[in-house]
């Protein structure tokens, strides 16, 4: 519990930031946007894993500090990128125990007016939970959907992944889990998953996205199979605002 309390004196302290990793879109080879994901530098430590910290704040409650940091800044980001006329989309994830949050809907116009960015720009990622299928957290995805927030489900494959599931939560997009995603090139069963998610989301109307895109190799494949988006390490590795900036500047 101590390093939760460290957690919000960390925030307040300047010590944790956002991580930009830009998103590719496969049909224009565009950089369309990023998904931020929060960083915390600790002045002994170093670099301390988000899945260390998120994970802990997500256990004991303490995640609505640090969400509402990473939504201020990558919104903050996005509305200054669009601003200079570069269109761009931000990410952001969510813990779906802030879908019973009633305030949260109402920040969150707040936060989007504030900064001036079209709530079309923005994307939550929400990993597949019971959470999101129960009554209160399916009203909260469709008030989101209501202002105009797009829908992500994360790590698509990993969780509940129930037809029910698929059908029920308005995503526009799914983010298919990068353990499938690693095996496209020399699995056959990860290959026709990705393949069969891709035409499954596809009649949906839904957008897909490889995550955990490693080498050329696989995203040539991906191009093939239709895919909309790609993201990991062969594209970028989350960055810096200053160098997601200098990336986009240069075009590639
Ligand atoms: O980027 P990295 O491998 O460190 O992320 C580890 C995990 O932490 C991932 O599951 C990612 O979704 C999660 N994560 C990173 N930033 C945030 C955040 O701001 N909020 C939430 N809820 N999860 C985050
Ligand atoms: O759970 P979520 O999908 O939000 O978490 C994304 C995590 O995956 C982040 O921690 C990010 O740093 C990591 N990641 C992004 N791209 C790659 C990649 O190409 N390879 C690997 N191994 N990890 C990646
Ligand atoms: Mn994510
Ligand atoms: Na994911």
Not at 194 to 207: E, F, M, P
């Amino acid at each position: 519990l101590s390093m939760l309390s460290q957690l919000d004196e960390a925030i307040d302290r300047g010590e944790v930031w956002v991580a930009y990793q830009p998103k590719l879109e496969l049909s224009t080879r565009r950089i369309i946007g990023a998904e931020a994901l929060a960083r915390w530098t600790h002045p002994d430590k170093g670099p301390i894993a988000a899945s260390e910290f998120v994970g802990a704040a997500e256990q004991n409650n303490r995640i609505g500090k640090l969400t509402d940091f990473v939504l201020d800044q990558a919104v903050a980001a996005a509305a200054q990128l669009n601003q200079r006329g570069i269109d761009f989309e931000i990410a952001v994830n969510l813990s779906a125990r802030l879908l019973t949050d009633k305030g949260f809907t109402l920040r969150l116009s707040a936060l989007l007016a504030r900064h001036r960015l079209a709530p079309e720009r923005l994307t939550l990622e929400l990993t597949e939970t019971a959470a999101l299928t129960g009554g209160e957290g399916l009203d909260m995805i469709m008030r989101l959907r209501d202002l105009g927030i797009n829908i992500a489900i994360d790590d698509y494959g990993t969780g509940l992944s129930t037809l029910d599931y698929l059908k029920k939560i308005p995503a526009n997009e799914i983010k298919i889990d990068q353990s499938f995603v690693k095996g496209v090139v020399d699995n056959r069963s990860d290959r026709l998953m990705v393949q069969s998610t891709i035409g499954l989301a596809h009649s949906l109307g839904r957008k897909v996205v490889a995550e955990g895109v490693e080498h050329r190799e696989i995203l040539d494949l991906l191009v093939e199979m239709d895919c909309d988006i790609a993201q990991g390490f062969a594209i970028g590795r989350p960055m810096s605002l200053e160098s997601l900036t200098k990336r986009l500047a240069s075009g590639r």
